[in-house]
């Protein structure tokens, strides 16, 4: 019947004007992309990039018609009908998957991808994050759901009214059949056309222009795509590398490392990961904000660097980084993909093996993406995250915020865990004040928290005197003198528009065996575990890229 084929082509087009809209706010949202395109560029690239609007909504709109046709032969109710509320909740999905992705593009530089995967482990300090911090932008997502609601509604009382369906076994059978037509028409729109490959977003850059990619690609497209889509990753080489070729890769990335002489230094050592703490907000790179005065203090104390460079935009993208010496896949963390499969040997536990206890502290959920087990892969023993505070802090110093525990509070039972460690030991901290931007009433705030940024430096004040009161505690503890602090960030939280600023990040070692030293270089996080092992009077590993 040409009547089901009407309404598949009527709800295609609904969640195609959607999506079209969606793409439309996102480029004004982020209007800095485009500044220097002209109005026409601007609208080819939008335009251009409609195959993916149509794919998505082609996606989309088979599941809703499929839906509706299970719903109206169980429920025995009118198909119209029950394709009208499918197509709604397909345009619900459509918006909220659109929402997600401009928020996430706002904090990540880049599109949803496989995080949509990892969303159920912090769904509400997601949501709660979302309310407080992108009020405006998350008032009109929902408005736009009412206004889907009633524009769907509309739609198709005025052009696909319900009308009696008495249907003999022939006409039954005529209307089943035009499942074949519809799933052919969804499949060529899915795929981009009659080619033998699927419409993968890297085609997007086609375009010869990252940032007209990024504007081209339909957010919600590339969200599902990386979710539904497998990702099987082979190693490269099926042998093992031979020493001959690590040296080849050695000698074209690296400087040569000073021989060692003697005995392994035995010192404790604290990775502190700054969540989120961007180099573009301190006073060290040139911000007129006196943000993190304690920092600077400690920095002029210990090894440091002109300035250093994330290698992620996530905190399992940088703790890769850090502990591995080794690059992430572009635009995707080790963690939660194919590649947490592989053998890998990183510093946690390259120094577990030769001796050190490990442990890997954070103060919202231990498997927010994948944190805490993925910090047990690269070789920390234990992993300790909000739960555990809860199991031994009874009287916490300040209330959670949205993600879990103050900074304050996470370092209070790392102390009390690592007084209990033998030593040596190794410890991961990732700090969870700036994972959020709210401060605990009784905290003054640097600025009035009358906008994003502001808020974001006042939280980056607070943590930086929780950081000081911490290094201070275990300098002051006799048991626990014995410990290097690797004070770096896991990588940038809000950053300005430049390129470079999106990964500029603090970074310093404290140590009381090395001097006040800064560096005349621009280094990066891959650098510092080979640094710290050549520094503790260990051979660094061969496969370090730093």
């Known amino acids: 019947m040409l009547q089901r084929l009407h309404l598949f082509i009527l709800t295609l087009l609904i969640l195609l004007s959607v999506a079209m809209l969606e793409k439309g706010l996102f480029a004004f949202y982020y209007a800095e992309l485009h500044q220097n ?55 619900t999905v459509l918006i909220a998957l659109h929402g997600a992705d401009t928020l996430y593009f706002g904090e990540a530089g880049r599109h949803l991808s496989y995080e949509l995967r990892e969303g159920a482990n912090s769904a509400s300090a997601l949501a709660t994050t979302a309310l407080s911090t992108y009020t405006l932008p998350l008032l009109i997502q929902l408005f736009l759901i009412l206004l889907g609601y009633l524009c769907t509604r509309w739609i198709f009382i005025r052009y696909a009214a319900p009308k009696p369906e008495k249907l003999s076994f022939r006409q039954l059978l005529s209307a089943e059949a035009m499942l074949l037509p519809i799933f052919i028409i969804t499949l060529v729109i899915v795929r981009g056309g009659l080619q033998s490959i699927p419409l993968a977003p890297l085609r997007a850059h086609q375009l010869n222009d990252s940032t007209k990619a990024t504007l081209a690609l339909n957010g919600a497209y590339n ?86 460079l994330a290698g992620g935009r996530r905190t399992t993208e940088g703790m890769f980084t850090i502990f591995c010496s080794a690059q992430n896949p572009l635009g995707q963390s080790v963690a939660q993909s194919q590649l ?31 944190t805490g087990s993925f910090a047990q892969l690269l070789g920390f023993s234990e992993s300790y995250g909000k739960s555990d505070i809860n199991d031994s802090i009874d009287d916490p110093t300040y209330p959670q915020n949205k993600w879990g525990y103050y900074d304050t509070d996470i370092y209070r039972f790392a102390i009390e865990k690592m007084l209990n460690m033998p030593e040596p030991f190794l410890v991961g ?53 014995n410990t290097i602090f690797v004070l770096v960030s896991d990588h940038a939280g809000i950053s300005k528009v430049d390129a470079m600023q999106r990964y500029l990040i603090p970074f310093t070692i404290l140590s009381p065996e090395i001097p006040p030293t800064l560096l005349s270089k621009v280094a990066s996080q891959r650098d510092i575990a080979p640094t710290l092992l050549h520094l503790l009077n260990i051979p660094t590993q061969q496969h370090f890229t730093g």
Not at 46 to 61: C, H, K, Q, T
Not at 75 to 91: C, K
Not at 260 to 278: C, D, M, Q
Not at 341 to 363: K, M, N, V
Request: proline fraction near 5%; charge should be negative; glycine fraction near 4%.
């Open 429 to 481: 901290i990732n700090t969870n004040t700036t994972h959020d931007l709210q401060l605990p009433e009784e905290v003054t705030p640097l600025l009035e928290m009358s906008s994003r940024e502001n808020s974001y430096q006042s939280a980056l004040h607070f943590a930086d005197s929780e950081l000081y009161n911490f290094i201070k505690a275990v300098r002051d503890t006799p048991q626990l003198q």
């Open 37 to 91: 395109m002209s109005t026409l560029e601007l609208l080819h690239t939008l335009v251009w990039g409609g195959r993916f609007d149509l794919a998505i909504s082609g996606l989309l709109g088979f599941i809703a018609y499929m839906s509706a046709q299970i719903i109206a032969l169980l429920a025995r109710s009118h198909f119209t009908n029950a394709l009208r509320w499918t197509t709604f909740a397909a345009v």
């Open 340 to 370: 947490q499969h592989f053998d890998y040997s990183c510093l946690p536990e390259y120094l577990r093996d030769i001796g050190w206890s490990t442990a890997f502290f954070q103060g919202s959920n231990k498997e927010t993406s994948g």
């Open 223 to 308: 969200a599902l795509y990386f979710s539904i889509a497998s990702q099987v990753v082979v190693p490269v080489y099926n042998q093992p590398t031979s020493p001959a070729q690590l040296n080849m890769v050695r000698n074209m990335y690296q400087t040569p490392v000073p021989a060692l002489k003697g005995e392994p230094k035995r010192r404790n050592v604290v990775f502190v990961l700054l969540e989120s703490w961007s180099g573009s907000y301190m006073p060290m790179y040139g911000h007129n904000v006196n943000t993190t005065p304690n920092f600077e203090r400690l920095r002029m104390e210990g090894l440091t660097t002109q300035a250093m």
